[in-house]
């Protein structure tokens, strides 16, 4: 029998950048652990690894802003998904505007929306955050 991770390595999950931001500090990374949950009320859930900058500035943070990728997001997958927020302000390599709360909208992303954080719950090695 094929291993839990043989199995999900050939799953194809959308690509999303979620950025936050708390006390002048802003993150973001790639994120492919996330979907909607909810319609009505509406709810998304963001998986964020404890090994992130992201994760960290996110504990504190009270809205997300996730950003839906496509084909032609490459520089922005890499740019969120490659640096990390520990060594690089990745927000001086794109474009990008305050968004609800501060949280910054990245303006290459063909779409976005923005949700405040209602729930932190540990899974595994990462953080569901809905
Ligand atoms: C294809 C791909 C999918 C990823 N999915 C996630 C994810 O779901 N959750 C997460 O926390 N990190 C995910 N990452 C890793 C982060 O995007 C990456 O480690 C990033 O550099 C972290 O940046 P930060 O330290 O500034 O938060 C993914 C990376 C790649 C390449």
């Given at each position: 029998m094929d291993s839990f991770q043989d199995v999900t390595d050939v799953l194809d999950y959308p690509m999303f950048v979620v950025t936050t931001a708390t006390d002048g500090r802003a993150a973001g990374c790639l994120v492919g652990f996330a979907t909607q949950i909810s319609i009505d009320p509406p709810r998304f859930l963001v998986?964020?690894?404890?090994?992130?900058h992201t994760h960290r500035v996110a504990l504190e943070a009270r809205r997300l802003v996730v950003h839906i990728l496509d084909a032609d997001s490459l520089a922005l997958a890499r740019l969120f998904g490659e640096a990390t927020g520990d060594d690089v302000d990745k927000f001086e390599s794109?474009?990008?505007?305050?968004g609800p709360d501060g949280v910054p909208v990245l303006e290459e992303a063909p779409a976005w929306f923005s949700g405040a954080v209602r729930h932190h719950n540990v899974a595994g090695d990462h953080t569901r955050r809905f």
């Open positions: 998986g964020l690894s404890e090994k992130n794109c474009s990008w505007s305050p």
